[in-house]
């Protein structure tokens, strides 16, 4: 089975995040890129496919600047067949890299079509089923596991207060959260390999961005908070400051 | 015209708290681009009787699609209504709300009228010539003020976060029966099982009160369990990660970067030390509160209240303290 795993190079989640001076992106020296968490997820979920059919291939796919290379060669590094990266300098807002992975996704054969839940940084959820919809497929998000019937992928999903089991038709598109995937670690042996499977660059068919940064901000600050001591005996001030100052009891 | 259209969802019939919110946050939107607020509910037959608090949070009308195959969320069947909701009228802007189902259906609809959305919006300043959305970003570390430029604005609003208004009763209410036909589907839904009955999910709680390692065993649960009951239906409980790596709870109960988002009105978090991936899920919590032992943990530097104290001895003393406040009301 094709598998194509669309993921994202994204900062480090554990990184302090700094405004640049413009204003409208933040400060990038210094920050360590990561695969998106989710997208690894993707990743691992892609490799099993392949690992219980015969015949399957798993390529990754990614819009982002040159630098992208490196994401994508840590997935391969996981075990992924081939990779590509479709070359965009400037923001795109979540259609506009929707259409760019459509374009390139429309002859790619593929039976089923990862993502992410969501990427780490924009926090969007959209970019997923807004794939499926200009390609017109199926898609199931916030997949924890999937198994396939002849024609169709199963697929658990666990949302407000309740588990569902969907049915999809193939091909299909999924966005993949935590659950059954735990990805695994890139051996020696991968790493090495990963240099020599192909990688090709290409420009991504480029979309004026409909949203617009106009300003990026540090969290509104909390004020210092208030830390009472006396453990127990603290109790009855706590609740009386959380019914009459933060009203909220 | 400048008409703001809310997607207002229903569950088993019943239109929730959420859905005000979203019907606010469209009024609140409409009169700062000079037009109205309208809603579109989409369900089951006899679904028109349940919709009458939408007025009073701002809905000048409702629209109410029934059709026996909409009772239930599918996205391949509410796509093809609300796109056509949204072509046969004149709308600058649509709400809906980022819940499982927002989530899913707010991009389909972005892609299929070739539109942007900005998801997961907490706060808007509709008054400028271009209205502002303000969504967070890098887990919360950082926020971004954003501009629409399209014919239609999409956006997705973060539960809890947005306040429901008082207005006026008066509302014109629709019915209209769609077209839906569910042997044309691709994605079908086979199996459904509740998992929590009758209580309210961590990300849409009111309050959320969440357990992390330092309650030791899961046989301590039972705490937490007691003070959610004295605050009511809206509490829910939550877990760090660790815990729910650990088997101590289920999944659908972790918050953070690789659990639930959650906002509620106040979060109080029990033996949980704040590591930055539990904090990029309930920093923009109105409220917080921490209870740790440990004077040092991060969570204390992020809590609006804290007690250091052994929670063991603390939990008790705030079911009992609760109960009686609540007693008192
Ligand atoms: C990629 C990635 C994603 C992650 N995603 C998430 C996520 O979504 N959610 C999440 O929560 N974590 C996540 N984590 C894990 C995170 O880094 C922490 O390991 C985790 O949150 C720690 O859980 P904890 O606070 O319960 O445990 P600990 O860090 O062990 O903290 C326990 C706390 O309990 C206190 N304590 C102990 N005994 C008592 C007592 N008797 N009374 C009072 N206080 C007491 C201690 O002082 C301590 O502060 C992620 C990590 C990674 C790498
Ligand atoms: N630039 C990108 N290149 C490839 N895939 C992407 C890109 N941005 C987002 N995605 C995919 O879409 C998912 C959701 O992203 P988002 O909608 O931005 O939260 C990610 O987890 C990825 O799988």
């Given at each position: 089975?094709?598998?194509?795993?669309?993921?994202?190079?994204?900062?480090?989640?554990?990184?302090?995040?700094?405004?640049?001076?413009?204003?409208?992106?933040?400060?990038?020296?210094?920050?360590?890129?990561?695969?998106?968490?989710?997208?690894?997820?993707?990743?691992?979920?892609?490799?099993?496919?392949?690992?219980?059919?015969?015949?399957?291939?798993?390529?990754?796919?990614?819009?982002?600047?040159?630098?992208?290379?490196?994401?994508?060669?840590?997935?391969?590094?996981?075990?992924?067949?081939?990779?590509?990266?479709?070359?965009?300098?400037?923001?795109?807002?979540?259609?506009?890299?929707?259409?760019?992975?459509?374009?390139e996704?429309?002859?790619?054969n593929?039976?089923?079509?990862?993502?992410?839940?969501?990427?780490?940084?924009?926090?969007?959820?959209?970019?997923g089923?807004?794939?499926?919809?200009?390609?017109?497929?199926?898609?199931?998000?916030?997949?924890?596991?999937?198994?396939?019937?002849?024609?169709?992928v199963?697929?658990?999903r666990?949302?407000?207060?309740?588990?569902?089991?969907?049915?999809?038709?193939?091909?299909?598109?999924?966005?993949?959260?935590?659950?059954?995937?735990?990805?695994?670690?890139?051996?020696?042996?991968?790493?090495?390999?990963?240099?020599?499977?192909?990688?090709?660059?290409?420009?991504a068919?480029f979309?004026?961005?409909?949203?617009?940064?106009?300003?990026?901000?540090?969290?509104?600050?909390?004020?210092a908070?208030?830390?009472?001591?006396?453990?127990?005996?603290?109790?009855?001030?706590?609740?009386?400051?959380?019914?009459?100052?933060?009203?909220?009891? | 015209?400048?008409?703001?259209?809310?997607?207002?969802?229903?569950?088993?019939?019943?239109?929730?708290?959420?859905?005000?919110?979203?019907?606010?946050?469209?009024?609140?939107?409409?009169?700062?681009?000079?037009?109205?607020?309208?809603?579109?509910?989409?369900?089951?037959?006899?679904?028109?009787?349940?919709?009458?608090?939408?007025?009073?949070?701002?809905?000048?009308?409702?629209?109410?699609?029934?059709?026996?195959?909409?009772?239930?969320?599918?996205?391949?069947?509410?796509?093809?209504?609300?796109?056509?909701?949204?072509?046969?009228?004149?709308?600058?802007?649509?709400?809906?709300?980022?819940?499982?189902?927002?989530?899913?259906?707010?991009?389909?609809?972005?892609?299929?009228l070739?539109?942007?959305?900005?998801?997961?919006?907490?706060?808007?300043?509709?008054?400028?010539?271009?209205?502002?959305?303000?969504?967070?970003?890098?887990?919360?570390?950082?926020?971004?003020?954003?501009?629409?430029?399209?014919?239609?604005?999409?956006?997705?609003?973060?539960?809890?976060?947005?306040?429901?208004?008082?207005?006026?009763?008066?509302?014109?209410?629709?019915?209209?029966?769609?077209?839906?036909?569910?042997?044309?589907?691709?994605?079908?839904?086979?199996?459904?099982k509740?998992t929590?009955?009758?209580?309210?999910?961590?990300?849409?709680?009111?309050?959320?009160?969440?357990?992390?390692?330092?309650?030791?065993?899961?046989?301590?649960?039972?705490?937490l369990?007691?003070?959610?009951?004295?605050?009511?239906?809206?509490?829910?409980?939550?877990?760090?990660?660790?815990?729910?790596?650990?088997?101590?709870?289920?999944?659908?109960?972790?918050?953070?970067?690789?659990?639930?988002?959650?906002?509620?009105?106040?979060?109080?978090?029990?033996?949980?030390?704040?590591?930055?991936?539990?904090?990029?899920?309930?920093?923009?919590?109105?409220?917080?509160?921490a209870?740790?032992?440990?004077?040092?943990?991060?969570?204390?530097?992020?809590?609006?209240?804290?007690?250091?104290?052994?929670?063991?001895?603390?939990?008790?003393?705030?079911?009992?303290?609760?109960?009686a406040?609540?007693?008192?009301?």
């Amino acid at each position: 089975m094709k598998v194509v795993v669309c993921i994202k190079r994204v900062p480090d989640t554990e990184t302090h995040i700094r405004i640049s001076e413009t204003g409208t992106d933040i400060d990038t020296r210094g920050v360590k890129y990561i695969i998106s968490p989710y997208d690894e997820f993707a990743i691992e979920a892609g490799l099993r496919v392949k690992e219980n059919m015969e015949g399957g291939e798993v390529s990754l796919l990614t819009v982002g600047a040159s630098e992208a290379q490196e994401t994508l060669r840590n997935g391969l590094a996981m075990g992924a067949d081939k990779a590509t990266l479709l070359r965009a300098d400037s923001y795109m807002d979540g259609l506009g890299t929707a259409k760019a992975l459509a374009v390139e996704l429309k002859n790619s054969n593929a039976q089923l079509i990862l993502f992410g839940v969501k990427a780490a940084g924009s926090d969007q959820q959209q970019v997923g089923p807004m794939v499926a919809t200009l390609l017109d497929l199926p898609c199931v998000t916030g997949v924890s596991s999937f198994k396939f019937g002849d024609t169709v992928v199963i697929c658990r999903r666990e949302i407000e207060g309740r588990v569902e089991v969907v049915e999809a038709d193939l091909p299909a598109v999924l966005t993949i959260t935590k659950g059954e995937y735990e990805p695994r670690y890139a051996s020696l042996k991968g790493i090495m390999a990963a240099k020599r499977k192909p990688l090709e660059e290409r420009e991504a068919s480029f979309n004026q961005s409909g949203i617009r940064i106009e300003k990026l901000s540090q969290p509104p600050t909390r004020g210092a908070g208030r830390i009472l001591e006396d453990g127990p005996d603290a109790v009855p001030e706590l609740v009386r400051l959380l019914r009459e100052e933060a009203n909220a009891l | 015209m400048a008409d703001v259209l809310a997607f207002v969802e229903q569950r088993d019939g019943q239109i929730g708290g959420g859905a005000r919110e979203v019907v606010s946050a469209a009024a609140q939107l409409a009169s700062g681009i000079g037009g109205s607020a309208t809603a579109l509910v989409l369900g089951g037959p006899g679904l028109a009787a349940a919709v009458e608090g939408l007025a009073t949070a701002g809905a000048t009308s409702v629209a109410v699609g029934e059709h026996e195959a909409l009772a239930e969320y599918n996205p391949e069947a509410y796509l093809r209504v609300v796109v056509n909701h949204v072509r046969d009228g004149d709308f600058k802007a649509l709400i809906l709300s980022a819940t499982s189902l927002g989530k899913d259906l707010a991009p389909r609809v972005a892609a299929e009228l070739d539109v942007p959305l900005a998801s997961d919006v907490t706060g808007m300043d509709a008054q400028g010539v271009v209205p502002l959305f303000i969504r967070p970003v890098y887990s919360g570390k950082a926020f971004a003020r954003v501009s629409i430029d399209a014919n239609l604005a999409i956006i997705t609003i973060r539960p809890n976060v947005f306040p429901v208004g008082e207005y006026g009763a008066e509302c014109h209410l629709s019915k209209f029966t769609p077209d839906v036909d569910p042997a044309t589907w691709r994605v079908r839904v086979i199996e459904r099982k509740d998992t929590v009955e009758g209580v309210v999910d961590v990300s849409e709680a009111a309050v959320v009160i969440s357990g992390g390692r330092g309650m030791k065993d899961p046989a301590n649960w039972g705490l937490l369990q007691e003070l959610r009951d004295v605050i009511g239906p809206d509490a829910a409980l939550g877990a760090s990660r660790a815990v729910v790596d650990a088997g101590w709870r289920p999944h659908a109960e972790q918050v953070g970067q690789t659990g639930k988002t959650v906002s509620p009105k106040l979060y109080i978090a029990v033996g949980i030390s704040g590591a930055i991936q539990h904090l990029a899920g309930m920093r923009t919590s109105q409220t917080i509160v921490a209870v740790n032992r440990d004077p040092d943990a991060p969570i204390l530097s992020m809590a609006d209240y804290g007690i250091v104290g052994d929670l063991f001895e603390v939990l008790p003393r705030m079911t009992e303290e609760i109960k009686a406040l609540k007693s008192e009301d």
